[in-house]
């Protein structure tokens, strides 16, 4: 199975660490957060990469290279314009091929074991579902009997964690340019073609600058 790290955001609320550095190049516990990603999927038996960047994005290439360094092999997919994380993955699915693919938030931190997604896909769509931080306590998703619906806010719901399994049909019908994932997520839970699990370990997203120290407490109390 391929796996996709999403690396294309801006990452504005992280300036001024971001306005000559990539967001995924931003380091945490002295490491760029896309370092964990690749390591951890290594580990995980995922060996063949694909990347998409926009701003910045040559800096990511020339970090990370052809992968070797790793154990992995990466493929890469720039983007001229920032296509949103559904146009991304959609441009980049000539790399991905005609298989199910796991895909990551280049901008997430995360202690999750990325073997649990290399299970056989049944639907479109497996998405891995977190409680839902402070910033963002209406949630997106519910959960239940191992199947997502896109949920009501309020306590019974989770949120996506940015780390799923999906499968090139998802696509089925759109064309190139900018969109977003979640409106293709949600026919597709519409048609009970989506599954889900509730990660169990540490989960960050790290957009601001609090978030990144919560990381930065994270590693050194893991150490």
């Not at 990539?22 to 290594?42: D, F, W």
């Not at 949920?151 to 719901?157: C, I, V």
């Not at 839970?189 to 889900?196: K, Y």
């Not at 601001?208 to 407490?217: N, P, Q």
Request: overall charge negative; some cysteine; proline content about 5%.
């Amino acid at each position: 199975m391929k796996a996709m790290i999403l690396a294309a955001g801006k990452g504005e609320r992280l300036r001024p660490l971001t306005l000559h550095t990539p967001k995924p190049l931003v380091r945490v516990g002295g490491v760029p957060l896309i370092e964990y990603h690749l390591r951890a999927l290594a580990a995980a038996g995922f060996t063949d990469i694909v990347i998409n960047h926009a701003w910045l994005g040559q800096q990511i290439e020339d970090h990370l290279g052809d992968g070797s360094q790793f154990g992995v092999s990466i493929q890469y997919s720039p983007e001229g314009e920032p296509l949103e994380t559904g146009g991304g993955i959609f441009q980049a699915l000539a790399l991905l091929g005609d298989e199910p693919f796991a895909v990551v938030n280049g901008d997430i931190w995360t202690d999750y074991e990325f073997a649990a997604l290399r299970q056989p896909l049944t639907g479109l769509a497996h998405l891995v579902l977190v409680d839902n931080p402070a910033h963002h306590t209406s949630g997106d998703f519910s959960l239940s009997g191992g199947q997502v619906q896109d949920g009501m806010s309020g306590a019974d719901t989770l949120t996506y964690s940015g780390i799923a399994v999906l499968h090139p049909d998802l696509f089925r019908g759109c064309t190139a340019g900018a969109f977003k994932l979640a409106p293709l997520l949600r026919n597709a839970m519409a048609a009970g073609q989506v599954t889900g699990e509730r990660l169990q370990g540490h989960w960050v997203d790290v957009g601001t600058h609090e978030r990144l120290a919560e990381v930065e407490s994270l590693i050194k109390d893991a150490r």
